[in-house]
């Protein structure tokens, strides 16, 4: 009698056995799982490669290099929380991972680069969450996202963090007693002139340093408001110390009569001062580090986790095959060749004003146009040049609103740029002031884009998106006008009086030329 339940029981364990897959199998579909949280990679592996790019040319985004390999450390330390794991596709994960094709769809077609990496790169957590898993996806989880700082953002700080260094600079110099002429960027002392340039801007202390920080914030602390602070200080720290490097090296080259950090020995100076101020920051915040949680002993669970089965695995890979792919192939629809010739009839303007010789040198720093109109006039009794650059098949180099883009040349321009205020005339218009070698410059600056003028990078890029979506044109111009400026620039009204004279007589002529060189709705079809 007593037989009986032992042998059923013993019967129930082995056909329960059998039903469960084999340990082989199970970690095959799990390699499999993982496998499939590359499939960004492979749908967008264009953006991949603009990224890595961009690491390649630019020093500033070199660490770029780095988030990879560490992300992969990250997530090989958390391998024996997720051998206790089983994957469990999350089909709700395809919603955002879907925003994020459409985000990445929307600025392919505005060329908004950065928003397209970021969509891409926010791509692989989303999809190993669908794969994965809450409860995989939560354990990789910051490894996952540390692969966002890989993305090469920052350009648009350049000019803001220069300004900083510049006023910083300026006023820690006054404090010492040190006379100094302040004009823009650039700064003159009794032993010598300096200007705050690119590179002296800090952007690449402030990548690093904010890099570092979050890797070290999550190594160090637990609670999530440590981490948070000690980011945000890593953040503020740079720029502070970015000013006082500035400082200090003026000092040094004003104390030795500029033969000392002048050069390129000012930026090593430089380096090992934020290698210095950062190896602090790190000191100090170990001292507040939490502790590491004691370690709980892995007991056996009464009833061992389920193997992935093989039909969600393959389910959840089709359907992310669909929710990946369809944007690049509507943007490869988009993007198709098509039949129009390089834009002309810019020459055509008809302007209400005799035309003149040049009167500057002076160039925008802009990507190569595909077609372009620069004209000289007279306004009563004022000059007023015209300079028009008209873009059409935008890539590369050669893109209407871009970062790289400026009233001036990132590098090399020698004129010194201040203003940029947007002043409502008979359009609104993006107001600069420019001073160099051969006198000053008074520049109005707005886009024209489906017909509309804009100064806003944004509603630009916005405009170009919804003319690209609706007629499959990426058709748009830069335009500029521009007048001298008396010697010292400092009384702007009757260059003003002239551009907005010009204005009133020819935007209407020259809205329409523009609308004659634009492509017809839907010629690319």
């Given at each position: 009698m007593s037989a009986?339940?032992?042998?059923?029981?013993?019967?129930?364990?082995?056909?329960?056995?059998?039903?469960?897959?084999?340990?082989g199998a199970s970690s095959t579909l799990a390699v499999w799982a993982l496998l499939l949280t590359l499939l960004p990679l492979a749908a967008y592996w264009s953006t991949?490669?603009?990224?890595?790019?961009?690491?390649?040319?630019?020093?500033?985004?070199?660490?770029?290099?780095?988030?990879?390999?560490?992300?992969?450390?990250?997530?090989?330390?958390?391998?024996?929380?997720?051998?206790?794991?089983?994957?469990?596709?999350?089909?709700?994960?395809?919603?955002?991972?879907?925003?994020?094709?459409?985000?990445?769809?929307?600025?392919?077609?505005?060329?908004?680069?950065?928003?397209?990496?970021?969509?891409?790169?926010?791509?692989?957590?989303?999809?190993?969450?669908?794969?994965?898993?809450?409860?995989m996806a939560r354990v990789l989880a910051f490894s996952l996202l540390f692969l966002l700082l890989a993305v090469p953002v920052g350009d648009s700080l350049i000019e803001p963090?220069?300004?900083?260094?510049?006023?910083?600079?300026?006023?820690?110099?006054?404090?010492?007693?040190?006379?100094?002429?302040?004009?823009?960027?650039?700064?003159?002392?009794?032993?010598?002139?300096?200007?705050?340039?690119?590179?002296?801007?800090?952007?690449?202390?402030?990548?690093?340093?904010?890099?570092?920080?979050?890797?070290?914030a999550y190594m160090t602390y637990t609670r999530w408001w440590k981490r948070l602070l000690f980011v945000a200080v890593a953040a503020a720290v740079p720029i502070l110390a970015n000013g006082l490097r500035a400082y200090m090296i003026v000092m040094l080259g004003h104390l030795s009569d500029m033969t000392v950090a002048v050069?390129?020995?000012?930026?090593?100076?430089?380096?090992?001062?934020?290698?210095?101020?950062?190896?602090?920051?790190?000191?100090?915040?170990?001292?507040?580090?939490?502790?590491?949680?004691?370690?709980?002993?892995?007991v056996p669970a009464s009833k061992p986790a389920a193997a992935p089965a093989p039909a969600r695995i393959g389910a959840i890979a089709l359907a992310l095959v669909v929710v990946l792919g369809v944007w690049p192939a509507y943007a490869g629809y988009l993007h198709r060749p098509g039949e129009l010739a390089p834009p002309t009839g810019l020459d055509s303007f008809p302007a209400r004003a005799p035309l003149i010789p040049a009167f500057t040198d002076w160039q925008p720093g802009f990507g190569a146009?595909?077609?372009?109109?620069?004209?000289?006039?007279?306004?009563?009794?004022?000059?007023?040049?015209?300079?028009?650059?008209?873009?059409?098949?935008?890539?590369?180099?050669?893109?209407?609103?871009?970062?790289?883009?400026?009233?001036?040349?990132?590098?090399?321009?020698?004129?010194?740029?201040?203003?940029?205020?947007?002043?409502?005339?008979?359009?609104?218009?993006?107001?600069?002031?420019?001073h160099g070698a051969g006198g000053a410059?008074?520049?109005?600056?707005?886009?024209?884009?489906?017909?509309?003028?804009?100064?806003?990078?944004?509603?630009?890029?916005?405009?170009?998106?919804?003319?690209?979506?609706?007629?499959?044109?990426?058709?748009g111009a830069a335009v500029m006008l521009f007048a001298p400026l008396d010697d010292a620039g400092e009384h702007p009204e009757a260059a003003r009086a002239a551009l907005r004279a010009f204005l009133v007589d020819n935007l209407g002529a020259l809205d329409v030329t523009l609308a004659r060189v634009r492509a017809p709705t839907g010629a690319t079809r």
């Open positions: 009986i339940p032992t042998t059923s029981n013993s019967a129930g364990a082995t056909l329960g056995t059998a039903r469960r897959a084999s340990p991949a490669v603009s990224i890595v790019e961009i690491w390649a040319r630019s020093e500033t985004f070199a660490h770029g290099y780095l988030i990879v390999p560490i992300s992969l450390w990250l997530a090989w330390q958390r391998r024996e929380r997720l051998r206790a794991l089983t994957p469990a596709p999350y089909w709700p994960a395809l919603l955002p991972l879907a925003g994020c094709g459409m985000v990445w769809l929307l600025a392919d077609l505005g060329e908004v680069q950065v928003a397209r990496q970021y969509a891409f790169v926010a791509m692989f957590p989303l999809t190993a969450l669908a794969v994965l898993g809450p409860r963090l220069m300004t900083i260094t510049a006023n910083f600079t300026v006023a820690a110099l006054r404090l010492t007693g040190i006379p100094v002429l302040h004009e823009g960027n650039t700064f003159r002392l009794p032993s010598g002139s300096w200007s705050v340039v690119e590179a002296c801007s800090g952007l690449r202390y402030l990548i690093a340093s904010v890099t570092a920080g979050v890797l070290y050069g390129v020995d000012h930026l090593l100076y430089g380096w090992l001062f934020f290698g210095i101020v950062i190896f602090a920051l790190f000191l100090i915040g170990a001292r507040w580090r939490d502790r590491a949680p004691a370690a709980t002993p892995m146009p595909a077609a372009s109109l620069r004209r000289y006039y007279a306004q009563s009794d004022r000059k007023v040049g015209l300079s028009v650059l008209y873009y059409r098949h935008q890539s590369g180099a050669g893109k209407l609103i871009t970062s790289t883009n400026r009233v001036t040349p990132m590098v090399g321009s020698p004129w010194n740029l201040t203003g940029g205020a947007v002043r409502n005339e008979a359009l609104a218009v993006r107001e600069w002031t420019l410059l008074l520049v109005w600056q707005w886009y024209w884009i489906d017909g509309r003028a804009t100064t806003s990078d944004t509603m630009g890029k916005l405009l170009q998106i919804k003319q690209r979506v609706l007629t499959g044109s990426d058709d």
